[in-house]
């Protein structure tokens, strides 16, 4: 059986309107050069931030605690830059998920949430707390 190859593109958005909807802020994260223009007419290209490059796809702020999300499909890997930048976040205190799709996100979601919370707790979608 063959398996079809998902794009990375796909995954951001099923992962960014995923966490949108349960109301998690977030954003997308893309290092690309900037156009230079006069007019209509593009001049050229503003050369991207070198320290930007290798960022996550995808933050977000979830219980408090920054979380990068790099987006890769099934036989994507990361570059260097990528796992520099996953270090760097690690080492400030940021949680830094590698997802291939939203499944990953959600359980990291869940995992995080039953670290946090106590038994018997639950955050409903517009952020309250709730006893049960």
């Given at each position: ?61 979830h219980l ?50 039953m670290l ?14 709730v006893t049960?």
């Amino acid at each position: 059986m063959k398996t079809i190859e998902v794009k990375e593109s796909a995954i951001q958005r099923a992962i960014l309107d995923n966490l949108t909807w349960r109301g998690i802020l977030c954003w997308r994260s893309q290092a690309i050069p900037v156009p230079i223009r006069r007019g209509r007419a593009i001049l050229g290209l503003r050369r991207v931030d070198p320290q930007l490059i290798g960022m996550p796809d995808i933050m977000m702020l979830h219980l408090g605690r920054f979380v990068g999300i790099e987006v890769k499909s099934l036989r994507g890997r990361q570059r260097l830059e990528q796992t520099d930048w996953q270090a760097k976040i690690q080492r400030a205190g940021g949680r830094y998920i590698l997802a291939r799709s939203w499944d990953d996100v959600e359980k990291y979601l869940k995992d995080e949430i039953m670290l946090v919370l106590p038994p018997g707790t639950l955050i409903a979608r517009d952020g309250t707390v709730v006893t049960l």
